[in-house]
Nanobody, 119 residues
Framework: QVQLQESGPGLVKPSQTLSLTCTVSGDSITTTDYYWTWIRQPPGKGLEWIGYIAFSGNSYYNPSLKTRASISRDTSNNQFTMQLTSMTPEDTGTYYC???????????WGQGTQVTVSS
């Protein structure tokens, strides 16, 4: 059974950098053909894809967030981490990590973590 668990701060101040880590169990983040993804959902809105780091280590981002987002991985601990710079209140929402088996399709999700941007 694959499990993903997000961790990180629940509150960040405007202009700060958010750093969230997803810890994966039951699969290796280097397993071929999977995409380890970050997705968020602002309150009252739909899901927004942030980006992913592929099994190869290459990462890809939503063009609207590309200048602010970065995703890296720690293969020794089977974790991948997302950083989002210059946070604003519009970045408030629930952040999820997920395993993608093809672009836009996910079979395992973390439970999500609430992030609030406020001074």
């Amino acid at each position: 059974q694959v499990q993903l668990q997000e961790s990180g701060p629940g509150l960040v101040k405007p202009s700060q950098t958010l750093s969230l880590t997803c810890t994966v169990s039951g699969d290796s983040i280097t397993t071929t053909d999977y995409y380890w993804t970050w997705i968020r959902q602002p309150p009252g809105k739909g899901l927004e894809w942030i980006g992913y780091i592929a099994f190869s280590g290459n990462s890809y981002y939503n063009p609207s967030l590309k200048t602010r987002a970065s995703i890296s991985r720690d293969t020794s601990n089977n974790q991948f981490t997302m950083q989002l710079t210059s946070m604003t209140p519009e970045d408030t929402g629930t952040y999820y990590c997920a395993r993608g088996y093809k672009i836009g399709h996910y079979d395992y999700w973390g439970q999500g973590t609430q992030v609030t941007v406020s001074s």
